[in-house]
C-alpha cells in the first residue's frame, strides 16, 4: 500500500500537511468569470486545489420524464429531472483547459471527477494529476477501472456506500494495478447534519483498506473538517462559492471565500497542535516549571525546632526539595535558624540526604 501519495506539487500522507481541495460543482452559475473568480478565492484562502466536475447532462444520466427520473427525495432539487439539473450544473468542458491553466499559474492543483470514459480521455488530455471518483458513481466499476488504469491517485468519495461496494471500489483500482487511494469519509446528504457524519469511520477506512483516508464535508461551517483532521484526515474536500445569496444548484451547501479562508487556517491550526506523541517538554515548558510544588518553610524557625504541618508546607514555586518528601520530613529537627520563605533543603537537617 502506498502510504504517501503525490498529486503535483503536493505529498499526501500522516506525516504531511492535510491536502484541502475546493469542490468548485455547479457554483459558476454558467458564467465563466465566475468560475475564473472561484479559482482565485480558492487559491487566496490557501486551498491546494481546485475540483471540477466533467459531465454533460446527457453522459451522466438520460433525458427522461419517468418518476425513476425524477428527484423526490426530501432533497434541494426535488421536482427537477436529473437531465435538467445536470445541464444547469455542468461545467462547459470548453473552459476546463482554462480554468486548470488559472489555478496552476496560482500554485494549485487542478483535476475532476469523470462521469464516463469520454471525460476520462478528455481529463488525460489535458494531463490533469489526479482524478475523484464521486459518491454516486462508487458502484460504476468499469468507470473506476478506466480511471485507475491512467496510474494516477484515485480519490474515492464514500457517501452513499455499503462496505462491500467501498471494497469493490478499491479492488477495481488494485486490479488495474493502481494503489494510490485515498477514500473520503462522506455523508451524501445536502447539508449534512452533522450527527449523520460518524467521523470515526475515517480511521476505520485507512485500516479496513490499507489506504488513506479523508473527508468530503456538505456540512455547514469547519468544525466538522477541523474535528476530521484529529482523526487522521490526510484529504479534506469542501464546496467553495462566491456567495450563497448569488444561488445556484450547490451554494446553499458551499462556503463562501472568507468561510473558506478561515476553515484552512483552522485546519493548519489543528494540525501544529496535534503535533507527535511524545513525552518531551518544550522550552516553553521547561521554563515554566519553576512554577511547580516544592517544600518551603512557612514560618520563622530556630535551630533545633521540629518540623511540622505548619512550618513546612507544599507550595508554589519550585525550588525547595520534592514534595515526596513532606511525610519522611515532618517530625525531623533543623540544624539552624530559618526564616519564613526559606527553600527547604537536606543540608538543613543532620545526616539527612535526598
Known amino acids: 500500500m502506498n502510504h504517501n501519495i503525490r498529486i503535483g506539487k503536493n505529498n499526501i500522507g500522516a506525516d504531511a500537511p492535510v491536502y484541502i481541495i475546493a469542490e468548485m460543482s455547479g457554483n459558476h452559475n454558467g458564467e465563466l468569470h465566475r468560475a475564473m473568480r472561484i479559482i482565485e478565492e480558492a487559491a487566496a484562502a490557501g486551498a491546494n486545489a481546485v475540483k471540477l466536475q466533467t459531465y454533460t447532462a446527457d453522459t451522466i444520466t438520460l433525458d427522461c420524464n419517468t418518476p425513476d427520473f425524477r428527484i423526490d427525495y426530501g432533497s434541494l432539487w426535488d421536482g427537477r429531472t436529473l437531465h435538467d439539473l445536470y445541464r444547469e450544473a455542468a461545467t462547459p468542458w470548453e ?11 496560482l500554485g494549485m492543483d487542478c483535476f475532476s471527477s469523470p462521469f464516463d470514459f469520454t471525460a476520462v ?11 475523484k471518483i464521486a459518491s454516486f458513481e462508487i458502484t460504476d466499476i468499469p468507470l473506476i477501472r478506466r480511471v485507475a488504469k ?33 477514500l473520503l469519509k462522506c455523508c451524501s446528504a445536502y447539508p449534512a447534519p452533522y450527527e449523520d457524519m460518524n467521523l470515526r469511520t475515517i480511521p476505520q477506512l485507512a485500516e479496513d483498506f490499507d489506504c488513506l483516508a ?41 462556503m463562501e471565500p472568507a ?3 478561515e476553515m484552512v487556517q483552522a ?24 512554577l511547580t510544588r516544592s517544600l518551603y518553610i512557612a514560618a520563622d524557625m530556630n535551630a533545633g525546632d521540629v518540623l511540622t504541618a505548619d512550618n513546612l508546607k ?41
Request: charged content about 25%; some cysteine.
Open 95 to 105: 473552459w476546463q483547459p482554462q480554468l486548470a491553466l488559472r489555478a496552476r499559474e
Open 121 to 131: 480521455d478528455f481529463l488525460e488530455d489535458m494531463r490533469v494529476p489526479a482524478y
Open 150 to 182: 491512467t496510474g494516477k491517485p484515485v480519490i474515492i468519495s464514500t457517501g452513499i456506500a455499503h462496505r462491500e461496494e467501498i471494497a469493490e471500489a478499491v479492488a477495481a483500482c488494485r486490479d488495474a494495478g493502481n494503489e494510490q487511494i485515498i
Open 214 to 254: 479523508g473527508l468530503s464535508d456538505h456540512t455547514p461551517g469547519h468544525t466538522v473538517p477541523v474535528a476530521s483532521v484529529a482523526l487522521g484526515a490526510c484529504v479534506i474536500e469542501k464546496h467553495l462559492t462566491l456567495s450563497r445569496e448569488d444561488g445556484g444548484v450547490d451554494s446553499a451547501f458551499s
Open 259 to 261: 468561510e473558506f479562508k
Open 267 to 290: 485546519v493548519r491550526d489543528a494540525e501544529k497542535a496535534l503535533g507527535r506523541a511524545t513525552y518531551d517538554l518544550t522550552k516553553k515548558q521547561e521554563d515554566s516549571r519553576w
Open 314 to 354: 507544599s507550595v508554589r514555586p519550585g525550588h525547595g526539595m520534592h514534595t515526596r518528601y513532606y511525610d519522611d520530613l515532618l517530625g525531623k529537627t533543623v540544624n539552624r535558624n530559618l526564616r519564613a520563605g526559606t527553600p527547604m533543603a537536606a543540608e538543613y537537617i543532620d545526616g539527612y540526604s535526598a
